[in-house]
Antibody, heavy 120, light 108 residues
Framework: QVQLQEAGPGLVKASETLSVTCSVS????????WIWIRQSPGKGLEWVGY???????NYNPSLKGRVSTSIDSSKSLLSLTLKSVTTADTAVYYC??????????????WGQGILVTVSS | SYVLTQPPSLSVAPGQTATIPCGGN??????VHWYQQKPGQAPLLLVY???RRPSGIPERFSGSNSVYTATLTISRVEAGDEATYYC???????????FGIGTEVTVL
């Protein structure tokens, strides 16, 4: 059974960098699309970005170039970095697995999410 | 950018049928997926590729997609179905993942 587990600091100061990792177990990290989603308190789901180990990436333009992702296949680890955070970046951050080769596939596996609070 | 439109809320009596719409331009050309999210939990995939159910999802949950509207139908609604339901697509023209705003379903 594929399992995803997010980790990172629960509190980040405004203007600093938010870093969240996602550990993947029970399945290969290679060949799949990995998607980052966030959810501000009381709000809906917002797509942050995606990455494929082929090097294919894309990000939500609303994040204005502040976001990047990476894959460490040797450690089965995904990473999300968001620079110059503000209180508007306070959210639960989820990682999820997409399709193996089809980007339009559904997100079948999700991590439990990690709440990151940005303090002013 | 592509937009998916959902009603913010919907109420249904136990045992009745809940119909949750998701609207979008030429939506029938997209693969629509539906997720259920209960408070404090991660979203759960309910329906994928318009109408297919992952293993373990009850048959009471079904989906369809027609021209401009995709629909998630919950038959014989139970108290445990209280949750927020999101539709989602991947938009090829922008290469973006898109979620609807979510429909909060209340069981009366």
């Amino acid at each position: 059974q594929v399992q995803l587990q997010e980790a990172g600091p629960g509190l980040v100061k405004a203007s600093e960098t938010l870093s969240v990792t996602c550990s993947v177990s029970g399945g290969s990290i290679s060949g799949y699309y990995w998607i980052w989603i966030r959810q501000s308190p009381g709000k809906g789901l917002e797509w942050v970005g995606y990455i494929h180990d082929s090097g294919d990436t894309n990000y939500n333009p609303s994040l204005k170039g502040r976001v990047s992702t990476s894959i460490d296949s040797s450690k089965s680890l995904l990473s999300l970095t968001l620079k110059s955070v503000t209180t508007a970046d306070t959210a639960v951050y989820y990682c999820a697995r997409g399709g193996r080769a089809v980007i339009s596939a559904a997100l079948e596996y999700w991590g439990q999410g990690i709440l990151v609070t940005v303090s002013s | 950018s592509y937009v998916l439109t959902q009603p913010p809320s919907l109420s249904v009596a136990p045992g009745q049928t809940a119909t949750i719409p998701c609207g979008g331009n030429s939506l029938s050309t997209y693969n629509v997926h539906w997720y259920q999210q209960k408070p404090g939990q991660a979203p759960l995939l309910l329906v994928y590729d318009d109408s297919r159910r992952p293993s373990g999802i009850p048959e009471r949950f079904s989906g369809s997609n027609s021209v401009y509207t995709a629909t998630l139908t919950i038959s014989r609604v139970e108290a445990g179905d209280e949750a927020t339901y999101y539709c989602q697509v991947w938009d090829a023209s922008s290469d973006h993942f898109v979620f609807g705003i979510g429909t909060e379903v209340t069981v009366l």
